[in-house]
């Protein structure tokens, strides 16, 4: 009896263990990006010019905005 109790315990402790690692590391990848945004005007002005377009400040800018909409639309979904 102690035996299939102590394995039940590992068992239930291991996948709590694994359920909370997963929200925690979630939340943490959530934060970071939101701090961190995978792609600046830098980038996005590299992109443009290497697909043959002369990036104005302004469409830079209006690019940004959309893709801000787009990232706070989706996490407010969630």
Not at 51 to 73: D, F, L
């Amino acid at each position: 009896m102690n035996l299939t109790l102590g394995i039940i315990l590992i068992i239930v402790a291991l996948a709590g263990g694994v359920a909370l690692g997963f929200f925690i590391a979630r939340q943490y990848m959530m934060k970071y990006l939101k701090d961190n945004p995978p792609i600046n005007e830098d980038m996005l002005r590299m992109m443009m010019m290497q697909m043959g377009q002369k990036p104005s400040q302004k469409k830079i800018n209006q690019m940004m905005t959309q893709m801000n909409k787009a990232s706070e639309k989706s996490t407010k979904k969630k």
